[in-house]
């Protein structure tokens, strides 16, 4: 079995990256910015709501991996 966190940084996760990388080697392996999303636009039109102003720059999703593990 293997175990996947899922960590939430409240937009701070810019600062976290390079923690990770410094205190435990971490290398990313994917990351997406919220104006990098493919379905940004449907997600919006479906739900009638859109992202706070500022908020496109911000990282949506990191795949990190460390050792063995992808986190």
């Not at 175990?3 to 994917?30: K, S």
């Not at 493919?38 to 496109?56: R, V």
Request: glycine share 8%.
């Amino acid at each position: 079995m293997q175990i996947q966190p899922y960590l939430f940084f409240e937009g701070r996760c810019e600062e976290a990256i390079p923690f990770y990388r410094e205190n435990l080697g971490a290398q990313t392996v994917m990351m997406m910015r919220f104006k990098e999303n493919p379905d940004a636009g449907k997600a919006e039109a479906a739900s009638g709501c859109s992202m706070p102003a500022g908020s496109e720059d911000k990282i949506m999703h990191c795949v990190r991996s460390w050792s063995a593990t992808r986190w």
